[in-house]
């Protein structure tokens, strides 16, 4: 989880907390940092 945007919060960090919200557990990206959360499955 890398890339920083707005405020110093990390992007992917962003992400993660809004699919947590909403219930989401897979994403479709090529971003391998979301490998790393046991949570998440990471399609592409």
């Known amino acids: ?8 919060v990390d ?5 993660y907390a809004t699919m ?5 557990r897979v994403i479709l990206s090529n971003d391998r940092d979301f490998d790393k959360i046991g949570e ?5």
């Open 11 to 15: 992007d992917d960090a962003i992400h």
């Open 40 to 44: 998440i499955e990471r399609i592409f």
């Open 1 to 8: 989880m890398r890339r920083k945007g707005r405020n110093g």
């Open 20 to 24: 947590n919200n909403h219930g989401i």
